[in-house]
């Protein structure tokens, strides 16, 4: 029913800034998240949003990123300043509507030191 296409990965020095994008298929997604996943490393919670705005940061990134979402756009944002090398991972963008989750494709980031 959905389809979630992430963008906006890439490498980056420690101390820098990135701004990853999802693009939904289509409107009216209650909840829309990230996640992400290191090499060997379970799947976490990074930042998630729901459609009246309200959000939710694992401890490890709180101050430092910023989700947000354009319902116009269909679309998420999760701004990351100050990065460090441990947020090195694949960033999966998530969404939850109608007790269905969906998953893109996955993005890397890397950051090096």
């Known amino acids: 029913q959905v389809q979630l296409v992430e963008s906006g990965g890439g490498l980056v020095q420690a101390g820098g800034s990135l701004r990853l994008s999802c693009a939904a298929s289509?409107?009216?997604?209650?909840?829309m998240g990230w996640y992400r996943q290191a090499p060997g490393e379970q799947r976490e919670l990074v930042a998630r949003?729901?459609?009246?705005?309200?959000?939710n940061y694992a401890d490890s990134v709180k101050g430092r990123f910023t989700i947000s979402r354009d319902n116009a756009k269909n679309t998420v944002y999760l701004q990351m300043n100050s990065l460090k090398p441990e947020d090195t991972a694949v960033y999966y963008c998530?969404?939850?509507?109608?007790?269905?989750?969906?998953w893109g494709q996955g993005t890397q980031v890397t950051v090096s030191s």
């Open positions: 949003i729901s459609s009246s705005g309200s959000t």
């Open positions: 998530n969404g939850f509507s109608d007790y269905v989750n969906y």
């Open positions: 289509r409107s009216r997604i209650s909840y």
